[in-house]
């Protein structure tokens, strides 16, 4: 019964399901007393019996992070039941990038151009905070309302690290979804901020032609091509509009080799980011 309304413990009111992922239920929810909504994401303590520090991992990064920059979801509010774990973040109504792609058949591309550089502008913060993300990819997202200008956000920490050092290679778990994963995490050899730069080459690519690059009938078939960096932009009449700048950036940032990718400030100086407009509206 997914519209019917319940009370979360002290003062919200959940109401209709804006999106679900690996281990949660994301739900609208009104604050009873400002009737402020948010959006609450529910996560099921039985179902994370034994990664329970994943949880709080995401809310000690959430802490670092949210609020100090304009474009990552801010996280206002933290509790918990017997049952769940509820963390309350500001409400994107605009929906996820993924549908907006979807809807569109693919992005213009000055329209991709302002989006990623939004976006890497997010991710170099996130980067200087000492924080790798891990998930990013168009369904984690999302736009802050349904304006066709609205400020995109970048949400989803519950795969993210905090990187203790600038070292480039630490982190070694198989993690992330497939189709964004950079080639060094299948490969078990270490890995940190680069791959974050290159699931922005995916998402790139996605966004100008309207399907991603190492799309393949297997996992397996997908990630030997993610390994050996096997894509191309064909079919050609899906690119023919698309520019050889927007090509060389996104053939920079999927560089197989981590250590000669792009970093993220270096990718916001690529001349096709360099030249595009930011993609936000300006405050009132
Ligand atoms: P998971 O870790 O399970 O993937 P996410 O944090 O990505 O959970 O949330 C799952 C989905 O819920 C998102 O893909 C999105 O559709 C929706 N969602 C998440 N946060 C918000 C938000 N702040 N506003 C609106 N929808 C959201
Ligand atoms: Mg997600």
């Not at 520090?53 to 017997?82: C, P, Q, W």
């Not at 974050?196 to 009938?217: E, H, S």
């Not at 960096?229 to 197989?256: H, K, M, Q």
Request: one cysteine or more; proline letters at 5%; glycine letters at 6%.
């Amino acid at each position: 019964m997914p519209s019917q309304s319940s009370t979360v413990p002290c003062q919200y009111r959940t109401g209709k399901t804006l999106g679900s992922g690996t281990y949660a239920i994301v739900k609208e929810a009104i604050h009873i007393k400002t009737g402020k909504y948010y959006a609450c994401k529910v996560i099921n303590k039985k179902l994370m019996e034994g990664r329970e520090h994943m949880v709080r991992n995401e809310i000690a990064v959430l802490k670092r992070v949210s609020s100090g920059h304009k474009h990552i979801v801010t996280l206002h509010d933290y509790f918990e039941t017997s049952h769940n774990l509820y963390l309350c973040f500001d409400l994107c109504t605009g929906g996820e990038l993924f549908d907006s792609i979807c809807a569109k058949g693919h992005y213009y591309e000055a329209d991709a151009a302002a989006l990623i550089r939004t976006i890497f502008e997010a991710v170099k913060y996130i980067h200087d905070c000492g924080i790798v993300h891990r998930d990013l990819k168009p369904e984690n997202l999302l736009f802050r309302s349904k304006a066709p200008d609205a400020d995109i956000m970048i949400a989803d920490f519950g795969l993210s690290r905090v990187m203790d050092t600038n070292k480039l290679s630490l982190l070694t778990e198989i993690c992330g979804t497939p189709g964004y994963m950079a080639p060094e995490i299948f490969k078990k050899v270490g890995h940190g901020k680069p791959v974050d730069v290159w699931a922005m080459g995916v998402i790139t690519y996605f966004l100008l032609c309207g399907y991603t690059p190492f799309d393949r009938d297997t996992q397996q078939q997908e990630m030997e091509a993610i390994i050996a960096g096997d894509y191309a932009f064909e079919p050609a009449e899906y690119w023919a509009n698309v520019s050889d700048t927007a090509r060389s950036f996104v053939i920079e940032c999927l560089t197989i080799d981590p250590t000669s990718r792009p970093t993220a400030e270096e990718a916001l100086a690529h001349k096709w980011l360099a030249s595009a407009e930011p993609h936000f509206v300006p405050d009132p």
